[in-house]
């Protein structure tokens, strides 16, 4: 079964020092602050996972990729299965 959001937030990190799994926790923290849930998914342009990590986890977030993001941006949300 695909994974759907309908609604997430879009988040920007460039930051070169850090990796995937600190940016994303970064993103995550931020959307539970504002929000007050945690989010379990985060979908990512392809070009920032590896062809061998085509679906992992980021903490307990799922990480998917789409081709519709633009690299360096997270689009984070809560999904149920």
Request: net charge neutral; hydrophobic share 35%; proline share 4%.
């Given at each position: 079964?695909?994974?759907?959001?309908?609604?997430?937030?879009?988040?920007?990190?460039?930051?070169?020092?850090?990796e995937?799994?600190?940016?994303?926790?970064?993103?995550?923290?931020?959307?539970?602050?504002?929000?007050?849930?945690?989010?379990?998914?985060?979908?990512?342009?392809?070009?920032?996972?590896?062809?061998?990590?085509?679906?992992?986890?980021?903490?307990?977030?799922?990480l998917?990729?789409?081709?519709?993001?633009?690299?360096?941006?997270?689009?984070?949300?809560?999904?149920?299965?």
């Amino acid at each position: 079964m695909e994974a759907e959001m309908d609604i997430g937030m879009l988040w920007f990190d460039n930051d070169k020092n850090s990796e995937l799994n600190t940016k994303v926790e970064r993103a995550a923290a931020y959307y539970q602050r504002k929000y007050g849930q945690s989010p379990n998914i985060c979908f990512v342009h392809p070009s920032m996972i590896s062809v061998s990590e085509k679906q992992r986890k980021a903490a307990a977030i799922e990480l998917r990729t789409s081709q519709s993001l633009l690299p360096n941006h997270f689009w984070l949300g809560i999904y149920s299965q």
